[in-house]
Protein backbone atom coordinates (compact mmCIF):
# COMPACT_ATOMS: atom_id res chain seq x y z
CA UNK A 1 0.00 0.00 0.00
CA UNK A 2 3.05 2.41 0.66
CA UNK A 3 4.49 1.86 -2.83
CA UNK A 4 0.97 3.19 -4.15
CA UNK A 5 0.93 6.58 -2.23
CA UNK A 6 4.64 7.03 -3.07
CA UNK A 7 3.72 6.49 -6.71
CA UNK A 8 0.45 8.62 -6.72
CA UNK A 9 2.60 11.77 -4.99
CA UNK A 10 4.98 11.26 -7.33
CA UNK A 11 2.70 11.34 -10.39
CA UNK A 12 1.23 14.46 -8.51
CA UNK A 13 4.21 16.42 -8.69
CA UNK A 14 5.14 15.70 -11.47
CA UNK A 15 1.21 16.87 -13.35
CA UNK A 16 1.97 20.12 -10.85
CA UNK A 17 4.80 20.78 -11.97
CA UNK A 18 3.59 20.43 -15.94
CA UNK A 19 0.52 22.35 -14.91
CA UNK A 20 2.93 25.01 -13.68
CA UNK A 21 4.98 25.33 -16.77
CA UNK A 22 2.25 25.19 -19.14
CA UNK A 23 0.73 28.25 -17.23
CA UNK A 24 4.18 30.83 -17.12
CA UNK A 25 5.44 29.14 -20.53
CA UNK A 26 5.66 31.17 -23.89
CA UNK A 27 3.46 30.79 -26.85
CA UNK A 28 4.79 28.49 -29.35
CA UNK A 29 5.78 30.74 -32.13
CA UNK A 30 6.37 33.90 -30.94
CA UNK A 31 6.65 35.39 -34.53
CA UNK A 32 3.53 34.91 -35.93
CA UNK A 33 0.85 37.50 -33.70
CA UNK A 34 -2.10 35.73 -35.28
CA UNK A 35 -1.15 32.12 -34.04
CA UNK A 36 -0.09 33.86 -30.72
CA UNK A 37 -3.75 34.93 -30.49
CA UNK A 38 -5.57 31.85 -31.45
CA UNK A 39 -3.11 29.97 -28.90
CA UNK A 40 -3.29 32.52 -26.15
CA UNK A 41 -6.23 34.58 -26.68
CA UNK A 42 -6.44 35.84 -23.18
CA UNK A 43 -3.73 37.60 -24.04
CA UNK A 44 -4.92 39.49 -26.17
CA UNK A 45 -7.91 40.27 -24.19
CA UNK A 46 -5.42 41.78 -21.86
CA UNK A 47 -3.69 43.70 -24.16
CA UNK A 48 -7.08 45.26 -25.76
CA UNK A 49 -7.84 46.33 -22.36
CA UNK A 50 -4.86 47.85 -21.70
CA UNK A 51 -4.93 49.61 -25.45
CA UNK A 52 -8.29 50.96 -24.00
CA UNK A 53 -7.59 52.08 -20.76
CA UNK A 54 -4.25 53.54 -21.85
CA UNK A 55 -4.00 53.66 -25.38
CA UNK A 56 -0.98 51.84 -25.83
CA UNK A 57 -1.01 49.79 -28.87
CA UNK A 58 -1.45 46.07 -29.13
CA UNK A 59 1.53 45.54 -30.92
CA UNK A 60 3.71 47.66 -29.20
CA UNK A 61 2.97 46.10 -25.74
CA UNK A 62 3.64 42.86 -28.03
CA UNK A 63 7.15 43.76 -28.46
CA UNK A 64 7.92 45.29 -24.97
CA UNK A 65 6.87 42.59 -23.48
CA UNK A 66 8.81 40.10 -26.23
CA UNK A 67 11.91 41.87 -25.30
CA UNK A 68 11.41 42.14 -21.46
CA UNK A 69 10.50 38.20 -20.85
CA UNK A 70 9.45 36.04 -24.04
CA UNK A 71 6.40 36.08 -22.99
CA UNK A 72 7.30 33.85 -20.20
CA UNK A 73 5.01 34.22 -16.82
CA UNK A 74 7.62 33.88 -14.10
CA UNK A 75 10.54 34.94 -15.95
CA UNK A 76 13.38 36.44 -13.86
CA UNK A 77 17.25 37.70 -14.15
CA UNK A 78 19.59 34.92 -13.96
CA UNK A 79 21.47 34.61 -11.02
CA UNK A 80 24.79 35.65 -10.01
CA UNK A 81 27.39 33.79 -8.23
CA UNK A 82 30.59 34.67 -6.79
CA UNK A 83 33.87 32.46 -7.93
CA UNK A 84 31.55 30.67 -9.92
CA UNK A 85 29.48 28.73 -7.46
CA UNK A 86 28.18 30.62 -4.49
CA UNK A 87 25.05 31.91 -5.43
CA UNK A 88 24.76 35.79 -4.28
CA UNK A 89 21.18 36.54 -5.36
CA UNK A 90 19.40 37.57 -8.67
CA UNK A 91 20.53 40.45 -10.62
CA UNK A 92 17.67 42.35 -9.71
CA UNK A 93 14.10 42.33 -8.79
CA UNK A 94 12.53 41.96 -12.73
CA UNK A 95 9.85 39.42 -12.58
CA UNK A 96 7.28 38.72 -14.66
CA UNK A 97 5.96 39.37 -18.47
CA UNK A 98 6.76 43.02 -17.53
CA UNK A 99 9.94 42.26 -15.60
CA UNK A 100 8.93 45.37 -13.44
CA UNK A 101 11.16 45.99 -10.68
CA UNK A 102 9.80 45.58 -6.86
CA UNK A 103 9.91 49.79 -6.33
CA UNK A 104 8.17 50.61 -9.62
CA UNK A 105 5.85 47.69 -9.26
CA UNK A 106 4.77 49.00 -6.02
CA UNK A 107 4.06 52.77 -7.34
CA UNK A 108 1.98 51.47 -9.83
CA UNK A 109 -0.22 49.28 -7.32
CA UNK A 110 -0.35 52.22 -4.97
CA UNK A 111 -1.65 54.31 -7.92
CA UNK A 112 -3.63 51.86 -9.38
CA UNK A 113 -5.14 50.66 -6.27
CA UNK A 114 -4.96 46.94 -6.98
CA UNK A 115 -3.18 45.45 -4.34
CA UNK A 116 -3.53 42.01 -5.44
CA UNK A 117 -2.29 42.46 -8.91
CA UNK A 118 0.28 40.15 -9.72
CA UNK A 119 3.53 40.64 -12.27
CA UNK A 120 3.04 36.59 -13.28
CA UNK A 121 -0.61 37.78 -14.50
CA UNK A 122 -1.17 38.64 -17.91
CA UNK A 123 -3.12 41.42 -17.50
CA UNK A 124 -2.41 43.01 -14.55
CA UNK A 125 1.30 42.88 -16.39
CA UNK A 126 0.07 44.47 -19.66
CA UNK A 127 -1.93 47.26 -17.35
CA UNK A 128 1.33 48.06 -15.70
CA UNK A 129 3.11 48.51 -19.18
CA UNK A 130 0.31 51.00 -20.31
CA UNK A 131 0.61 52.90 -17.05
CA UNK A 132 4.50 53.08 -17.00
CA UNK A 133 4.24 53.94 -21.17
CA UNK A 134 1.84 56.51 -20.23
CA UNK A 135 4.20 58.27 -17.58
CA UNK A 136 6.72 58.39 -20.40
CA UNK A 137 4.52 60.05 -22.52
CA UNK A 138 3.99 62.83 -19.98
CA UNK A 139 7.52 62.94 -18.46
CA UNK A 140 9.42 62.93 -21.72
CA UNK A 141 6.99 63.58 -24.29
CA UNK A 142 7.22 60.26 -25.93
CA UNK A 143 4.37 58.98 -28.33
CA UNK A 144 2.75 55.65 -27.42
CA UNK A 145 3.10 54.28 -31.02
CA UNK A 146 7.24 54.95 -30.32
CA UNK A 147 8.02 51.56 -29.59
CA UNK A 148 11.71 52.15 -29.78
CA UNK A 149 12.15 55.10 -27.45
CA UNK A 150 9.48 53.99 -25.46
CA UNK A 151 11.04 50.72 -25.02
CA UNK A 152 14.56 53.02 -24.26
CA UNK A 153 12.49 54.67 -21.73
CA UNK A 154 10.71 51.59 -19.83
CA UNK A 155 14.56 49.98 -19.56
CA UNK A 156 16.52 53.13 -18.70
CA UNK A 157 13.72 54.80 -16.58
CA UNK A 158 12.05 58.07 -17.28
CA UNK A 159 15.10 60.10 -15.78
CA UNK A 160 17.67 57.32 -17.44
CA UNK A 161 15.86 58.36 -20.48
CA UNK A 162 16.17 62.17 -19.75
CA UNK A 163 19.81 61.84 -19.24
CA UNK A 164 20.36 59.86 -22.26
CA UNK A 165 22.19 56.84 -20.29
CA UNK A 166 21.07 54.33 -23.51
CA UNK A 167 23.81 56.20 -25.57
CA UNK A 168 26.72 54.70 -24.05
CA UNK A 169 24.90 50.94 -24.23
CA UNK A 170 25.63 49.93 -27.95
CA UNK A 171 23.49 46.49 -26.55
CA UNK A 172 20.79 48.77 -25.70
CA UNK A 173 20.24 50.42 -28.60
CA UNK A 174 20.04 47.43 -30.97
CA UNK A 175 17.36 45.35 -28.88
CA UNK A 176 15.40 49.43 -29.02
CA UNK A 177 15.77 49.03 -32.98
CA UNK A 178 14.80 45.67 -32.54
CA UNK A 179 11.70 46.34 -30.44
CA UNK A 180 10.87 48.68 -32.79
CA UNK A 181 10.93 46.22 -36.24
CA UNK A 182 8.60 43.27 -34.05
CA UNK A 183 5.96 46.38 -33.03
CA UNK A 184 5.84 46.82 -36.48
CA UNK A 185 5.80 43.44 -37.57
CA UNK A 186 3.21 42.36 -35.16
CA UNK A 187 1.33 45.30 -36.12
CA UNK A 188 0.98 44.36 -39.85
CA UNK A 189 0.77 40.88 -39.18
CA UNK A 190 -2.46 41.74 -36.95
CA UNK A 191 -3.77 43.54 -40.06
CA UNK A 192 -3.20 40.36 -42.00
CA UNK A 193 -5.49 38.51 -39.66
CA UNK A 194 -8.03 41.19 -39.79
CA UNK A 195 -7.39 42.19 -35.57
CA UNK A 196 -5.97 45.48 -36.12
Known sequence: MSRLILLVMVVATFAA?????????????????????????????????????????????????????????????PVRYTLGV????????????????????????SEVGNRRSSRTNIRDATDFVGWYTNKTRERNGIALSDARNQYLAYHEGHTGFRRGSYNSKPWLLGVADRVASRAAMYDQQLRGCGRR
Do not use: K
Not at 56 to 72: D, T
Not at 87 to 102: N, V, W
Open 17 to 77: CGRRDAQFSAPRNLENACLMERERPQYFAAMRATERRWGLPVPVQMAIIHAESRFIGDART
Open 86 to 109: IPMGRQSSALGYSQALDGTWDEYV
